[in-house]
Every structure is written in structure tokens, then in C-alpha cells.
Nanobody
Framework: QVQLVESGGGLVQAGGSLRLSCAASGRTFSSYAMGWLRQAPGKEREFVSGISRFGGSTSYADSVKGRFTISRDNAKNTVSLQMNSLKPDDTAVYYC???????????????????WGQGTQVTVSS
């Protein structure tokens, strides 16, 4: 198992930036494909970005391409999401998630992730 704890959320004006971090503990971090997902009020949880076990592959939702960057540091057991040019539509609770795998896949479907953090609120004001 792996435990995930997010940090870095907050309130920011449109056009601003935030950096989310997720610290993992437990089983070997490089055994997991990692992802960031979000859920806005009244909406389903949606994929934002994902990264493969060793960081060789990444994927982004169309709505965040060119603005968000995912990265991971397996030596520090962390995965991060740099969010630039934030928009009010980015307002949501952001979750870090992990999927146990031996392959180099990037997981884009929320239901595939096995472990979830508690979430961190991101609010973008207009």
C-alpha cells in the first residue's frame, strides 16, 4: 500500500500560479504510475495529468495542456503539479492518486487508480 498526502493548494487570482506536491509513503514509490485528478462542485472527478513510473511518459487533459506540468522525484517519493496561467475553471479539489503497475503506462481513467490522497483545495478568483 501507499499513503498519499497533498499540499500546496490555496487561493490565487486568475493568471497566477500554484505548485501542488504529493508526498508518498509505504511501498516503493517507483512501483506506481501517478496522477493528479480534480473535482469541482457538482461535477464528476476528472483526470488532469498523469506520469509513468519513472517519469518517461506524461499525459494532460486538453483543458490544462500548455499550462500545467507534472513531474516526479522517485528519490524523494514525491510527485508535483506546476500550474500556471490559472483560470477560474481550474477551481476544484485536487487529488493525488497512485496505480500499482510494472509497466510504463500513464493512467488517465480515474477509476483505475488504486490509492488516493485526501485532496487539496485550489480556488482561482476572477
Amino acid at each position: 500500500q501507499v499513503q498519499l498526502v497533498e499540499s500546496g493548494g490555496g487561493l490565487v487570482q486568475a493568471g497566477g500560479s500554484l505548485r501542488l506536491s504529493c508526498a508518498a509513503s509505504g511501498r516503493t514509490f517507483s512501483s506506481y504510475a501517478m496522477g493528479w485528478l480534480r473535482q469541482a462542485p457538482g461535477k464528476e472527478r476528472e483526470f488532469v495529468s498523469g506520469i509513468s513510473r519513472f517519469g518517461g511518459s506524461t499525459s494532460y487533459a486538453d483543458s490544462v495542456k500548455g499550462r500545467f506540468t507534472i513531474s516526479r522525484d522517485n528519490a524523494k517519493n514525491t510527485v508535483s503539479l506546476q500550474m500556471n496561467s490559472l483560470k477560474p475553471d481550474d477551481t476544484a479539489v485536487y487529488y493525488c492518486a497512485a496505480h500499482s503497475t510494472y509497466s510504463g503506462v500513464v493512467i488517465t481513467a480515474p477509476h483505475v487508480y488504486d490509492y488516493w490522497g485526501q485532496g487539496t483545495q485550489v480556488t482561482v478568483s476572477s
